[in-house]
């Protein structure tokens, strides 16, 4: 009756053995894979490192002068002078090159109206610049001609009016007398279409409702305000189907012909 089972002590300590190893490989699994993690962590801070160090620092990627295409829209721009602007960002990384503020830089240069500077990767830039086109030669201060734009830009100088442009007989300068009525018929030369504007030999202005054009066969358009350019245009097209003196389009919905 006092009988004792045989083997209980010794299988309580290979249980306790057991979860012992069990418990210490757990632990040991808990640390491989902290040691993993940690690893796994400093490659990508290496990795984000090198990517930074290319991206920023590195010549790998840097702009390179020949890798720059400088696409013109326009005669008065001349590429040199875009590309001396364009020229202190060769070596930097690209990804360092501000486009924006080039674009912005070669804005200043007055023959341009637009400019527009694009990261072509992994070495270059796309630079799109439209320049302005002068619609005029006004008489300049200092004697011969000034080239001017439709927004009254001075582009240019020469010594005579050159042929295909109209001469406009108000002169530059910020007069109040003059200024608005340039300004008006400018507006009016800009609006044209090349076929009337080729035909235009002369334009002047006494105020800024009296723009009034010399065609090269020596027949006058009064043109009045510059409003309504583009319907205007349009009837004085159709009414230059018949010879006559005087063109009035001033009101366009009503024109007349002398």
């Known amino acids: 009756p006092g009988a004792r089972p045989v083997g209980t002590g010794n299988g309580l300590g290979r249980a306790v053995t057991g979860l012992s190893a069990r418990l210490a490989e757990r632990d040991a699994a808990a640390r491989r894979l902290r040691r993993v993690r940690l690893a796994v962590a400093a490659g990508v801070v290496v990795l984000l490192g090198a990517v930074a160090w290319a991206l920023l620092v590195s010549p790998l990627l840097a702009l390179r002068a020949d890798q720059i295409d400088v696409r013109l829209t326009g005669t008065t721009v001349d590429e040199a002078e875009v590309r001396d602007v364009l020229a202190p960002a060769v070596g930097t990384p690209l990804l360092r090159v501000g486009a924006a503020g080039l674009a912005e830089r070669?804005?200043?240069?007055?023959?341009?109206?637009?400019?527009?500077v694009v990261r072509a990767w992994p070495h270059g830039l796309t630079v799109r610049v439209t320049a302005r086109e002068p619609v005029a030669a006004a008489p300049a201060p200092e004697g011969g001609w000034a080239l001017v734009d439709g927004d009254g830009v001075r582009v240019g100088s020469v010594g005579a009016v050159p042929e295909g442009l109209p001469e406009v007989t108000v002169p530059l300068g910020d007069s109040a007398e003059t200024a608005p009525a340039l300004h008006a018929v400018l507006g009016v030369l800009a609006a044209l279409p090349g076929d009337l504007l080729g035909q235009v030999a002369q334009a002047g202005a006494t105020g800024t409702a009296q723009v009034t054009l010399t065609l090269d066969d020596g027949a006058t358009v009064r043109w009045g305000s510059a409003e309504e350019n583009e319907l205007k245009a349009e009837v004085l097209r159709v009414?230059?189907?018949?010879?006559?003196?005087?063109?009035?389009?001033?009101v366009p919905r009503s024109p007349t012909t002398e």
Not at 239 to 250: E, F, I, K, M, T
């Open 239 to 250: 009414l230059r189907q018949q010879p006559a003196g005087v063109y009035d389009v001033s």
């Open 106 to 116: 070669l804005g200043r240069i007055t023959e341009v109206e637009h400019a527009e």
